[in-house]
């Protein structure tokens, strides 16, 4: 399929450079692109005019949770790449943290079979750092890689003992694998519903420090200067974490971190009457937390933007705040989310998309999320300043949990291509 896009504005995060032109995809695959008048139309070619909307780079996802195997009724492969497609994500990074783990080879191909069979957009699984992410014994890790995992991790679950974790690294660093760590000191962690301070003191609900997240992260980084692994963070969202992450990359550590969609966008006051779609791991923080870490993605300190989708059925969420699920869905909301920033000025469209799409793809080894030539036609067209109320009833998910439900948003995506291939298309 040969495709010439005309009169849009090209988000190339790779270049730095938003700019007005066209851009050619054949076979798959980006050929060229340009300022000024477009090329003529190749023969049997398609052309999309794109009146001055926004043309970028597929989002890459890293953290998905895809419910397959186990718990099919909250998410399936198929339902979380229709949500994907919609949302403007090219790739899903998919988390082992289903029932069960996904933690050997056999586990792992039936999940990209699943994927392969059932979903529009591309799958890039992780695996298990440690068997039934139980931190105590590693698992596989080469024949995982062999079998197609892009990185491991035991997700929410630390792995408390320091040696497990330390002989981990060092031979995920001799297989030259991604591990991906939750910084969380867990003792700290354990049973906590908020973040501490005098609004969890007036809800009267169970909290954590935000010293605990800097103190995950400071035994972690230890380890790193250790054996020299490379590592990222799934999420930092606190500023006392914030100098550990400046230093570490200072002293030349392989590490890179990523903040979710919620914790940029909310904070702990959104909880108010205790609202469970705004229970979320780790907890929402500060408002001078939040700030802080928009603006460590700003500077590129954070380095990438995650959905961290984490979906729940009706029954887990419409429960007291305490014993209530963690997670919200957020493959559909997170590019409308993040344009939040945008719109406020806090974010330009080439920093939104070097964090969800180019800086992603660049940790994982992947060819996307950029616009240069040769690299895959992965793509998403999106008009940055339609506004529309979100309806959580109307989310291609199977769980609808997301924080967002009733709020104004502004940003639609209106196609999305895989490959090429349209794989959504706004009715």
Same mark, same amino acid.
């Given at each position: 399929?040969?495709?010439?896009?005309?009169?849009?504005?090209?988000?190339?995060?790779?270049?730095?450079?938003?700019?007005?032109?066209?851009?050619?995809?054949?076979?798959?695959?980006?050929?060229?692109?340009?300022?000024?008048?477009?090329?003529?139309?190749?023969? $049997?070619?398609?052309?999309?005019?794109?009146? +001055?909307?926004?043309?970028?780079? $597929?989002?890459?996802?890293?953290?998905?949770?895809?419910?397959?195997?186990?718990?099919?009724?909250?998410?399936?492969?198929?339902? *979380?790449?229709?949500?994907?497609?919609?949302? $403007?994500?090219?790739?899903?990074?998919?988390?082992?943290?289903?029932?069960?783990?996904?933690?050997?080879?056999?586990?792992?191909?039936?999940?990209? &079979? &699943?994927?392969?069979?059932?979903?529009?957009?591309?799958?890039?699984?992780?695996?298990? %750092?440690?068997?039934?992410?139980?931190?105590?014994?590693?698992?596989?890790?080469?024949?995982?890689?062999? !079998?197609?995992?892009?990185?491991?991790?035991?997700?929410?679950?630390?792995?408390?003992?320091?040696?497990?974790?330390?002989?981990?690294?060092?031979?995920?660093?001799?297989?030259? #694998?991604?591990?991906?760590?939750?910084?969380?000191?867990?003792? %700290?962690?354990? +049973?906590?519903?908020?973040?501490?301070?005098?609004?969890?003191?007036?809800?009267? %609900?169970?909290?954590?420090?935000?010293? *605990?997240?800097?103190?995950?992260?400071?035994?972690?980084?230890?380890?790193?200067?250790?054996?020299?692994? *490379?590592?990222? !963070?799934?999420?930092?969202?606190?500023?006392?974490?914030?100098?550990?992450?400046? &230093?570490?990359?200072?002293?030349?550590?392989?590490?890179?971190?990523?903040?979710?969609?919620?914790?940029?966008?909310?904070?702990?006051?959104?909880?108010?009457?205790?609202?469970?779609?705004?229970?979320?791991?780790?907890?929402?923080?500060?408002?001078?937390? &939040?700030?802080?870490?928009?603006?460590?993605?700003?500077?590129?300190?954070?380095?990438?933007?995650?959905?961290?989708?984490?979906?729940?059925?009706?029954?887990?969420?419409? =429960?007291?705040?305490?014993?209530?699920?963690?997670?919200?869905?957020?493959?559909?909301?997170?590019?409308?989310?993040?344009?939040?920033?945008?719109?406020?000025?806090?974010?330009?469209?080439?920093?939104?998309? =070097? *964090?969800? #799409?180019?800086?992603?793809?660049?940790?994982?080894?992947?060819?996307?999320?950029?616009?240069?030539?040769?690299?895959?036609?992965? %793509?998403?067209?999106?008009?940055?300043?339609?506004?529309?109320?979100?309806? =959580?009833?109307?989310?291609?998910?199977?769980?609808?949990?997301?924080?967002?439900?009733?709020?104004?948003?502004?940003?639609?995506?209106?196609?999305?291509?895989? $490959?090429?291939?349209?794989?959504?298309?706004?009715?």
């Amino acid at each position: 399929m040969t495709i010439l896009f005309t009169d849009a504005r090209l988000i190339d995060p790779e270049a730095e450079a938003e700019t007005r032109g066209w851009l050619l995809v054949e076979g798959g695959v980006i050929r060229d692109s340009g300022t000024g008048a477009p090329p003529a139309l190749p023969k $049997g070619a398609t052309q999309v005019d794109c009146a +001055g909307k926004c043309l970028a780079p $597929g989002i890459v996802d890293i953290g998905v949770k895809v419910c397959e195997p186990g718990e099919r009724h909250k998410e399936s492969y198929r339902s *979380a790449g229709l949500a994907a497609a919609a949302g $403007g994500v090219t790739t899903i990074v998919t988390r082992p943290d289903t029932t069960p783990t996904i933690d050997t080879p056999e586990t792992l191909e039936f999940v990209l &079979r &699943r994927a392969n069979e059932a979903g529009p957009v591309n799958v890039r699984p992780m695996a298990a %750092l440690t068997k039934g992410r139980e931190g105590r014994e590693m698992t596989e890790i080469g024949f995982l890689m062999d !079998a197609g995992a892009v990185a491991f991790t035991d997700c929410d679950h630390v792995v408390r003992d320091t040696k497990v974790l330390s002989r981990a690294l060092t031979y995920a660093r001799s297989c030259g #694998a991604l591990v991906i760590g939750h910084p969380q000191e867990p003792g %700290l962690s354990d +049973g906590a519903a908020v973040t501490s301070g005098k609004f969890a003191s007036l809800r009267g %609900l169970p909290a954590v420090s935000a010293m *605990a997240e800097r103190m995950g992260l400071d035994r972690d980084i230890a380890l790193l200067e250790m054996t020299g692994a *490379a590592y990222h !963070a799934d999420q930092i969202t606190t500023a006392r974490a914030l100098p550990a992450l400046e &230093r570490a990359k200072a002293n030349g550590l392989d590490i890179t971190a990523g903040v979710s969609i919620h914790h940029l966008t909310l904070n702990e006051l959104d909880v108010a009457d205790y609202r469970t779609f705004f229970k979320v791991k780790p907890p929402l923080r500060a408002e001078d937390d &939040r700030q802080a870490v928009v603006e460590a993605v700003r500077t590129g300190l954070i380095d990438v933007i995650c959905s961290m989708h984490t979906p729940q059925d009706e029954e887990s969420k419409r =429960r007291p705040f305490e014993e209530a699920a963690s997670g919200a869905v957020a493959l559909e909301t997170l590019l409308p989310a993040a344009l939040r920033l945008y719109h406020s000025g806090q974010l330009d469209l080439v920093t939104l998309f =070097r *964090a969800l #799409a180019l800086n992603p793809a660049k940790r994982l080894g992947l060819t996307s999320g950029r616009l240069g030539a040769g690299a895959p036609a992965d %793509l998403v067209l999106f008009d940055p300043d339609t506004p529309f109320v979100m309806d =959580r009833f109307k989310l291609m998910s199977k769980s609808r949990n997301t924080p967002f439900d009733g709020a104004r948003m502004q940003g639609r995506v209106l196609a999305t291509y895989v $490959g090429g291939a349209p794989v959504y298309t706004k009715g």
